[in-house]
């Protein structure tokens, strides 16, 4: 039997598989491929020019750019169908000069500094009257849509609309707060808290779990326990503890599932009226393994099939040795 579970912020319903569920193991990958380091375009091209560069990271604009910044932003009707060019900017993240593939094998001390990196970004491009929201995200391997280059990078993105994932979650956050006069996220971490058959990991600042309605077998959610709805704003003072939480969670997939593909993706909160969000909204890090492929049947209902109960992954992931 399989279980139906409702997202509490987006309300969109998974299907979770419970007694028929694959066990952990079977989602360990088998793979792990690098390209030659002389083949390495960040290892070789260290002269071109950088929009940033401290402590190691380097952030330069995409070579094959999906937006584009040069023209100004104009959205116009074509019938029925809104219309614009992709404005915007699009930025790599050169996360080490060293020719390292997965940010797990990073120092915590580097991962503090791409982490700082984002929030810098941040701050510059919010600057731009025609941004509406700021993705700072992770593809690693070729399953996660990234090129098989072997050297640690992500990516920023700043775009001129707010995505409808973000639109989603923030109106379900809103609703929320609308009755319970809570934070969603924050009552969230509390029951997880309480409950602790889905928590991965945590310290002092940060708490790991795998979501109650997950759509994908070990997707992971990195909540602060302070509560702040931007990313950039909120993580002063908790650099060091946000590394050493990421660390901890990629070693446990590299190590207990084969160095998978994974993505991880910033939420926070719209650059506009940041004080409008900022009782309701929490922002958070997605972490997603990419273990399976998603079917007709996701793409077609929006719902989801997860093959796993996110208790059995927390479980498993929990008892990963990353100190080994
Ligand atoms: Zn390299
Ligand atoms: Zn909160």
């Not at 399989?2 to 028929?20: C, F, H, N, Y």
């Not at 020019?49 to 402590?55: G, L, N, R, T």
């Not at 104009?74 to 404005?87: C, F, I």
């Not at 934070?183 to 109650?212: G, M, W, Y």
Request: glycine share 4%.
């Amino acid at each position: 039997m399989s279980q139906l579970r409702k997202d509490p912020i987006v309300g969109r319903w998974t299907i979770v598989a419970t007694e028929r569920a694959r066990r952990p193991a079977a989602f360990v990958d088998p793979k792990s491929t690098v390209t030659d380091q002389k083949e390495c375009p960040y290892c070789q091209d260290t002269n071109s020019p950088s929009v940033y560069e401290a402590h190691g990271v380097k952030v330069i604009n995409s070579n094959d750019p999906i937006l584009d910044e040069s023209k100004p932003f104009e959205r116009r009707g074509h019938g029925l169908y809104d219309v614009a060019h992709s404005y915007g900017s699009h930025e790599i993240v050169v996360e080490t000069p060293e020719h390292i593939p997965n940010m797990a094998d990073l120092s915590s001390e580097q991962i503090k500094a791409v982490f700082q990196t984002y929030a810098l970004r941040m701050q510059t491009h919010r600057k731009n009257p025609f941004i509406e929201y700021i993705l700072a995200y992770k593809n690693y391997g070729v399953a996660a849509g990234s090129r098989n280059i072997g050297h640690s990078r992500s990516q920023i993105m700043a775009v001129p609309v707010l995505p409808m994932r973000v639109q989603d979650k923030i109106s379900g956050a809103e609703k929320y707060f609308d009755y319970h006069e809570r934070c969603l996220f924050c009552d969230i971490i509390t029951q997880e808290l309480k409950s602790k058959d889905r928590v991965v990991a945590q310290n002092e600042h940060f708490l790991v779990i795998t979501p109650f309605a997950s759509r994908f077998p070990f997707e992971t959610w990195i909540l602060p326990k302070h509560h702040h709805c931007d990313f950039a704003e909120g993580i002063k003072g908790y650099e060091d503890s946000l590394a050493a939480i990421m660390k901890d969670i990629l070693l446990r997939f590299k190590i207990g599932l084969n160095d998978p593909a994974y993505n991880y993706m910033i939420q926070t909160s719209p650059v506009k009226n940041p004080s409008s969000f900022k009782d309701y909204y929490h922002w958070h890090i997605e972490v997603m393994p990419r273990l399976t492929r998603v079917a007709g049947f996701e793409r077609g209902t929006g719902f989801y099939i997860c093959p796993i109960p996110p208790e059995m992954t927390a479980a498993f992931l929990r008892e990963v040795d990353i100190h080994a």
